[in-house]
């Protein structure tokens, strides 16, 4: 499918199904025939629909949509290929091939009608619209997400798939979405004066000595946390195209903003632009995901992955606070960039956040910097 249905010939398709090609023009017709009988066959949208059903009684309303939305996507994800066929060859096909994938299509939005009809009935969707018409936008955002995200190299339009996952189900469910950063390139930072608490050089350090000894993943990904200070909900929606590595810098792309990533953290070094624990992470990778990071089963990472390895990297690790908690990494990012001398203004753009909400981290630093004065001045006293 990599050239398309068009593109492909019978003979290749014959050879990856390990089959005569008689057999095959014996069975279908031809190649067109071949994938009727695919679309005809497949239940994959209907199951889906089914399942979102079958579970509309356990869990929030919202939830259960959410779990929809997010297998849907993961199901067109394994197959781009055939994504970009339909969308680009689909007014090729011939008219009973358009029908029976419109057939399709048309089996998971009764489905999900039917699931949202339940949540307009309890008062769980303040629908503006009927349910047949809220099923129908619905897929058609799931699939239109699929297409931008899986066959092109634009990923500026949202911050992650969490957050896109989030505005659909607010959207459905009638609430105001908040705007997003490829809107609204400045918001505030999402921590309060009295909880900004950076992480001491020596437990940074220790944090990436504890993920190296976990995995190699694990390296990169406390690295990419403390090295580009970046939040644990912007790291699940990276992929690899987003990041621009050469031997002058490591950037990557998170939403409309770039951010680079440090090859020197809290005074250490680790690697350099090009060999860094993130690169050799995706060097010795044998699979062909998008993402820049997985879980146990090879597919996306989740920020509940990301909380589970904070927990084993931080086992027996205490501070003043308590336990160190995973949003510290990007609050030590900011401290030590402003302390190296980045100004207010430069942290707003990188961070996306405003001035007045950076305000906290100056003061914090600040503090830091007063301390190692006074430190300084006591180890030289006063001829």
Known sequence: MAQGVNGTTTRQIAEAADVNEVTLFRQFG???GLLLAVLEESAALKALGESL????STGSAGQGLRQYASVYLHALERVPKLIRSLVG???QYPEEHRRALGQGLTEANRYVAQYLQQGINRGDFQARLPAEKLAGLLNGMLLGYAVIE??????QLWESRDAFLDHVVQLLQGAEVSPSSALSRVSEAPVAEASVADLSASLVHQILRQAKKVSLQDYALAYVLFGAGVAAKDVVGLMRSQQICDSHQHLLQVGTRQVPVNQWIMGNRYGSYTANPLTKWLKSRKDKQPHLFLNELDQPVAIANIKTRWQLWTDSITTPEGSPILAQTQQTWCIDMLLRGMS???LSILTGWDLESLQPY???AEEIAAIEQATRLDQKPNS
Request: hydrophobic share 25%; glycine share 4%; aromatic share 10%.
């Open 344 to 346: 207010l203004e430069n």
């Open 89 to 91: 060859e689909a007014d």
């Open 362 to 364: 100056a003061r914090r």
């Open 53 to 56: 059903v079958q579970g509309s």
């Open 150 to 155: 899986f066959t092109s190299e634009f990923h």
């Open 30 to 32: 031809n190649k067109h």
